[in-house]
């Protein structure tokens, strides 16, 4: 993971989303995924200021945005994730804080992400594409396809078409 100009936003490869997370006595604190590292900061400032961090310790302390309780953010994006979530496809979930689709497939003894994508049935694809390559022909799939089997590929590959398909 790359960090950013801003404090307290990192860059996560995998997702290609920006995180926003703080430090606060000693314990790190998830603060969810933007697609803007900007948005990941302002994020960030607001719990800081509810937190009691100095301006000095704030990415833009000139915008006064209104305090957020941490404990608030986790449960408004527990919440988001619950509602949210469901997909009739197996390893295809609603991203929480971005538009889009998340895709893993679950194997035996990891989790393989396979990118955010722009609708639910190409994460979908996605999936089955990961399963053909790990768990081979005959691997049970979310979608029917008529004209054959998609073509096999690894999580990598999928991660980048995923990322290369979100590109304006």
């Not at 801003?6 to 997370?21: E, N, R």
């Not at 527990?78 to 895709?103: E, F, I, K, N």
């Not at 994460?123 to 053909?132: C, G, H, I, T």
Request: net charge positive; charged share 25%; aromatic share 8%.
């Amino acid at each position: 993971m790359k960090k950013c100009r801003y404090m307290g936003v990192s860059y996560d490869s995998g997702s290609g989303l920006w995180l926003a997370s703080i430090r606060h006595h000693g314990k790190l604190q998830e603060l969810g995924a933007f697609e803007r590292p900007a948005d990941a900061a302002r994020r960030h400032d607001r719990v800081a200021r509810f937190l009691g961090h100095g301006e000095e310790q704030l990415n833009f302390p000139a915008e006064h945005r209104e305090p957020l309780d941490p404990k608030r953010v986790r449960e408004e994006l527990r919440l988001q994730l619950a509602s949210h979530a469901t997909s009739p496809y197996d390893g295809v979930y609603r991203a929480v804080m971005t538009p889009g689709w998340h895709a893993e497939l679950f194997l035996t003894r990891s989790v393989r992400w396979l990118g955010l994508w722009l609708s639910e049935e190409l994460a979908a694809r996605a999936v089955d594409r990961a399963r053909l390559h790990y768990e081979g022909p005959g691997a049970p799939l979310n979608l029917c396809y008529p004209q054959g089997e998609p073509e096999p590929a690894s999580a990598e590959v999928l991660q980048a078409e995923a990322r290369k398909a979100r590109q304006p």
